[in-house]
Every structure is written in C-alpha cells, then in structure tokens.
C-alpha cells in the first residue's frame, strides 16, 4: 500500500480549511491578501532579517504558514481529535489553563515538532476543552453534559479512516481524499443549533463561550492565522481597509530582534443561527487574527519576559475597549526596557535558543522560531471575542493532570523541543 506523507496529509488539511474559511468569513480572505502583501514589502525592504528568516525556518512556509482554534466539550472528543491529528504529524505541545482569566477552558497546541516538519508546514491548532466542572449551576452542568455527551462530532466514515489508518501505518493515497474531506466536516460551520433559543440564552448568560460549545453539532473552525512579518504594518493596513482589529495588539513589544509571539484580531461576525424550536438567532465566535512571531524563550528568558509583561500590565491594565491603549503601550515599551534588544546579549545572557554555527552562518545568530502561543495573549484573544456580560465567575483552577488523562497523553515540553532544535546544525 502506498501513503501519503504525515506532511502532505497536513500540507493539504491546512490549505482546505484555509479555502473553507474563506468561503465561510469573506474578511479572513482580505486579511490573508494583506498580509501577503506587508510579507513582500517586508522581505524586500529587510535583507539581513529574510536572510536570517530563509536561513532559520525558511521562506517558502511562510505564505502557507497559518494556525487555527478549536474549542471541544469532552475527554472522548479530545481524545480521537489527538489520534486524528497524529496522522498528519501534529503532537499535542504544552498546556494552556484559561481558567485564571475567567475562561472555562484549558488547551494545548497540536503542532509539528521537528525542523523538518515545521520547515514543510508548520501548521498549527489551538485545541480547548470545556471545563464543565468549573460550570457552579448543577442542573446546567448535566444539560450542557448530556448534550455534548449525544453529539457525534466525528462522521463514522471518519472514524472508520482513522482506525484503517492506525492499524495499516498511515493513511492510503487513495483514501487521503476522503480523508480531507471528512475532517473539513468536523470544523465547518453548522447553523442548526442542537439547542432552543431560552436554552441558548441560559447558556450564554453563564458564559459565551460554553453556549460556543455546547450549543452546535461540532467544534467549528473559529479563527485561522496567518503569520506576518511586520505585524504593526500590517495592524495598520487592516484599519485603513476596514478591517476592525484590536487597539492592542497581545504579546510584547515592537522590538529590533523580534520575541515570541504579537498578535492580532479583528471582531467576531454575527451569523445566523436555527434553533431547534425553530426560533433564528444569532451566534457570534469566529474572527480573524494575525500573528508574527519572534524568537524562541530559554525558561530563563520566558521568565524575565513574564516579569516584564506583569509590570507592564500592573501599571496599566489594557482595557477591552482599547480606550488606553496609547497608556499601556508606553507601560510595555517601559517595562521591557530589562529585556535586551540584541541577538548577540540575548545569546550571552541565555536568553533565547540559537541554532548551531556552521560554516555558511559564521557569526550570524540564527534564532530558533517561537511555534506556541502565550496564556495571557490567548486570554485576551478569547476576551475581546466574548466581552465580560456573564454572571458565572470562573474560579481559576490549573488541572494538567485532567486535562492530559481527557487526551490519552501528556503535552510535550516545548523547552525541550526547542533546546533539541538549538542543537541542529542547519
Ligand atoms: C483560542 C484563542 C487562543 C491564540 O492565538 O492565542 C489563540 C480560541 O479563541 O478558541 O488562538
Ligand atoms: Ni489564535
């Protein structure tokens, strides 16, 4: 029998969903137009940054280079989205709890982990899973519980593909099609709501994001990515075409030698929405986001990096209306001050992982690309999506343990990931 690769798998998942958003949120197209646009302006005008770019995780991944958002209601969802997801060579990494920002949810990444992989296509999800023990109302708990519990988010014939796959070590060509075509299904947008409109409002009144999950016969796609290199460009090109993107943008600040990961979005559209008395509403979840990202953290440079970011947001609190942006912008660039801005202290100091010199490279510091995501950005990813009009106050609540036994596995650690990509000779 002859498979598809892992990457091609991936490689063509990736694209498809992409193509399906495009149908479903026309505005993630202009962004993705935009974005395409400030990359080529960028790679032209910076040299010395597209060469270091090229060199460390190269070009060509860059215009398919995107990641999506997910949010599931239970251990069994999690755990056949892990074994659908490990046969295109994505591997759940790090864990993520929301609950500390109010959010009933807790995640991880599944993303590719070796250069290789990262390098043919770095594609990524943001997985939650629904905390439905932090939901304090009983008898809404068993509701949002047995509707989830009934709903069957996988097709049989999904299902069916996954195991043949398994058991045969790899998806068939033949079936890569259907395969596709099968797991687009599981993340399309479903009008028919699985639940009345009083129901809906009950749950929405708790907390938006359970009526986002509870509420739909499957984890819809709420957000595909793609990556900029010059996100204040681009956050600017978006407000002139229209497009209305955050004041803030998440994550730290502009800076020479990029760190991790600035983010992005613009607002949440309404669709509508069939409930099941027949009543039509609407549902707003899916946005658009942009990300660029920077160096990869050694413990030690996350660490000082926390720091910053907890002074910055100690002296000013971002408000969700972007009403002192310009206020906390000044409190960032202040607190980050600490955080030198040059690839050579960054290495002295351990701050950042660096590939190996070799031969070509001599002298040039080629960092190690940031492939995660950050709790308090996400956080305020997900808040400026959701507003703060609930009457359930989420009680933070970090449980890796549960969330892992729901998986069927543990996270990988991403310092280990990247300290074994630090150790490549590119
Ligand atoms: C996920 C939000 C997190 C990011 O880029 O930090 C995220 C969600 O809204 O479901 O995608
Ligand atoms: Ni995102």
Redo the contacts with the bound molecule.
């Keep these: 029998m002859s498979f598809i690769s892992e990457t091609d798998l991936r490689a063509n998942f990736s694209a498809a969903m992409s193509a399906m958003y495009r149908t479903e949120v026309p505005a993630y197209g202009q962004l993705i137009d935009l974005v395409a646009k400030t990359n080529a302006t960028v790679i032209h005008r910076q040299s010395d940054f597209s060469q270091r770019l090229q060199a460390g995780d190269g070009l060509a991944r860059l215009s398919a280079e995107r990641?999506g958002?997910?949010?599931l209601g239970s251990a069994e969802e999690l755990a056949m989205m892990r074994r659908l997801f490990a046969l295109m060579g994505m591997y759940p990494v790090d864990y993520y709890d929301l609950s500390v920002a109010g959010i009933p949810v807790h995640s991880t990444a599944f993303r590719p982990i070796t250069l290789q992989a990262l390098n043919e296509n770095p594609f990524r999800v943001?997985t939650?899973l629904l905390r439905l023990d932090l939901i304090s109302d009983d008898s809404l708990r068993d509701i949002a519980s047995s509707i989830i519990s009934k709903r069957q988010i996988f097709s049989t014939k999904m299902t069916d593909l996954i195991e043949k796959a398994e058991v045969s070590g790899g998806v068939p060509q033949d079936d890569a099609n259907a395969f596709i075509a099968e797991a687009l299904m599981i993340f399309k947008w479903r009008q028919t709501a699985l639940v009345s409109k009083a129901l809906y409002k009950t749950l929405h009144d708790t907390h938006r994001l359970i009526a986002d999950i509870v509420s739909f016969p499957g984890p819809h796609i709420?957000?595909l990515?793609p990556r900029t290199l010059d996100i204040d460009a681009a956050q600017t090109e978006m407000h002139e075409v229209g497009l209305n993107a955050k004041a803030v943008i998440e994550g730290p600040p502009k800076r020479a030698c990029p760190i991790l990961l600035r983010?992005t979005s613009f607002k949440a559209l309404e669709e509508t929405v069939k409930f099941q008395d027949g009543i039509t509403g609407a549902h707003t979840a899916r946005f658009g986001?942009i990300?660029q990202r920077g160096a990869a953290l050694t413990p030690k440079g996350r660490t000082l990096y926390d720091t910053c970011l907890a002074r910055a947001r100690d002296d000013c609190a971002p408000a969700a209306d972007g009403s002192n942006a310009q206020h906390y912008q000044t409190a960032l660039d202040e607190a980050f001050k600490e955080f030198p801005d040059d690839w050579h202290e960054m290495e002295a100091a351990k701050l950042a992982y660096f590939y190996r010199d070799n031969a070509s490279s001599k002298g040039t510091l080629i960092p190690v690309i940031y492939e995660d995501?950050?709790p308090v950005?996400?956080a305020g990813?997900?808040q400026s999506?959701l507003g703060d009009n609930t009457t359930q106050k989420i009680t933070a609540s970090s449980n890796q343990k549960l969330f892992e036994t729901a998986l069927g596995t543990a996270v990988a650690d991403p310092f280990a990931l990247y300290a074994a990509l630090a150790s490549e000779n590119l």
């Design positions: 990641h958002a997910i949010r943001f939650s709420n957000h990515t983010q986001e990300e995501f950050l950005s996400a990813i997900f999506n």
